[in-house]
């Protein structure tokens, strides 16, 4: 007898809040990158917030970003050349209001900063900026060499440190998104020291990063697993975009090691790309080269390493010499060093790596969700910025003016109507499965392989199809269970979005920016220049 769906299920614990410890707050945010620190900042200036951190601050994809931020701060470059290239690099999906707007408020975000002491590098007494793929400007403003998003982390991270009305709690697992009469009304949460609890908040704020853990090969913190974008769901809102996870080209490829990120600022300065008989083979797809837009460079390499039969490329770093190497790239020179790769002699061997969620929670122009009182900024947002594909730097740059967005409405909110978080009454039983139970760290580990083999840079309609057969398979026996640690709640998030984003790339029969159908490998603008949303059957 053939085994019927598993109905989405409103909550994944079993809830009774009158039985669970109780915090109350104006301002409730998930997760602390530079969306939800910024955010925070603003918030904070009409109420009480609490900033929740499921791992610590220091595990973030801002923390670990390299490059830099893009802004419009020399005299040859214009607002006009940023938004271009950001239109461009989003293959007709990006919203144009959105990207004007974003752009044009890079350069006083940049002054806010430096006056915040960032410690952005200078030259000659002014802020030293490079180029990346995509960008016509040298543009890309940058800190402590290769360490942009530590530093602007670290800054964010002092004012809210000092801001009398704001909390972090580091270890915090947000489990659920907490509803009453379709309104969000805070989150429920599990900490190891006092277990799940509710936190019930007038305004909710949605930034808790990306999803590239849903791949075997991503540059992303163990961490980013999808699970605000499940929450999200499970809550009602509508996401958007998901068929579109952003491939960086070059992660160093060591096997056995994790994949690190080698940012795209080092081809900015020339590294030259080669593939294992030592061919420079980008000009052979495209007239930017190395500086080509990150899909194009992703998928060049992708055909380079099936066509040398070779698991990596490498990148030619030697005529750039260890004293630029050093001064300019310190992180990648020492991680380097780490795996004995002498860069005055030695190739560095890299491969694409899962690495951006271009899509997500989708929001209006104030990071609105369609859920009332849950807003929603950073990577976890659908903003319509980056259409297709993601222009390098312009991430760390949309987490701070919709951070600042986000957090000035939610202030605009509390001070025009004055009062106290309420606290509801919420009872969810689930009932006991007789199926089997599955092991978590099997299905972890084999979900994130299939991902990486079937949804991965390049996709065919075939295998998307096997892929949801087999998560569909693993979702009968685990979305079914009640589970009461974080690694389990985790593995059934990364199951949900698996299989939207499967849908979403099923359902989109063309290639465009990151997403290619060997299929289907060409624009088809008259059937699917548009965003595709996904909402809860009601």
């Known amino acids: 007898m053939e085994d019927k769906p598993i109905p989405p299920r409103r909550y994944l614990p079993r809830i009774d809040s009158d039985l669970m410890g109780q915090l109350y707050t104006d301002t409730v945010i998930i997760g602390g990158g530079i969306a939800g620190l910024r955010a925070a900042i603003a918030a904070a200036e009409t109420g009480r917030v609490i900033i929740l951190v499921k791992d610590k601050v220091n595990r973030s994809n801002t923390w670990l970003a390299q490059g830099g931020i893009a802004a419009v701060i020399e005299e040859t470059d214009t607002f006009e050349s940023h938004i271009e290239d950001t239109l461009r690099t989003g293959c007709g999906l990006s919203d144009p209001d959105v990207v004007n707007e974003v752009v044009r408020a890079a350069p006083d975000h940049i002054r806010q900063l430096q006056n915040w002491t960032a410690p952005f590098d200078t030259l000659n007494g002014r802020l030293a900026t490079g180029r990346e793929g995509g960008h016509s400007q040298s543009r890309i403003i940058h800190a402590y060499g290769d360490a942009t998003g530590r530093a602007l982390a670290e800054c964010l991270l002092n004012q809210v440190l000092n801001h009398k009305n704001i909390k972090i709690f580091e270890d915090c697992f947000c489990i659920d998104l907490l509803t009453a009469e379709k309104d969000c009304v805070g989150v429920c949460c599990w900490h190891p020291k006092h277990r799940m609890q509710c936190i019930w908040s007038r305004q909710t704020i949605l930034a808790s990063g990306g999803a590239g853990q849903l791949w075997r090969e991503s540059t992303n913190p163990s961490g980013a697993t999808a699970d605000g974008l499940a929450m999200a769901w ?56 190395e500086l080509a837009p990150r899909d194009v460079v992703s998928r060049a390499i992708y055909h380079q390493m099936h066509h040398t039969e070779s698991t990596h490329v490498y990148l030619d770093v030697r005529h750039l010499g260890s004293k630029l190497m050093q001064e300019r790239f310190p992180t990648i020179s020492a991680l380097c060093q780490s795996f004995d790769i002498d860069v005055d002699h030695d190739l560095i061997p890299v491969r694409p790596s899962a690495h951006y969620m271009i899509g997500g929670v989708k929001v ?34 949309e987490g701070l003016v919709y951070g600042k967005i986000v957090g000035q409405q939610v202030a605009r909110i509390l001070q025009s109507n004055p009062g106290r978080a309420e606290r509801y009454s919420i009872v969810f039983e689930v009932p006991e499965s007789p199926r089997t139970r599955l092991d978590i760290v099997d299905v972890y580990n084999s979900l994130r392989a299939v991902m990486w083999r079937n949804v991965g840079l390049v996709r065919i309609g075939e295998r998307l199809d096997e892929t949801l057969e087999i998560i569909d398979f693993w979702r009968r026996y685990v979305m079914d269970k009640v589970f009461d640690e974080p690694a389990s709640w985790q593995c059934q998030n990364m199951l949900t979005i698996s299989r939207l984003i499967t849908s979403a790339a099923l359902t989109r029969r063309e290639s465009r920016g990151v997403h290619f159908r060997k299929d289907f490998p060409d624009n088809d603008d008259a059937r699917f220049k548009y965003s595709i949303e996904m909402q809860l059957p009601q």
């Open 364 to 397: 209006d122009r104030l990071g609105q969700t369609s859920i009332p009182n849950l807003y929603c900024c950073g990577e976890a947002a659908s903003t319509g910025l980056h259409g297709a594909n993601r222009l390098a730097s312009n991430s760390l740059l």
């Open 234 to 289: 499970r809550a009602g809102a509508t996401l958007a975009n998901l068929e579109f996870m952003q491939f960086h080209p070059t992660t160093l490829y060591i096997a056995g090691a994790d994949r690190s990120l080698i940012t795209e600022a080092l081809r900015g300065e020339g590294a030259r790309l080669v593939d294992t008989h030592g061919h420079r083979f980008m000009s052979d797809f495209h007239e930017q080269g």
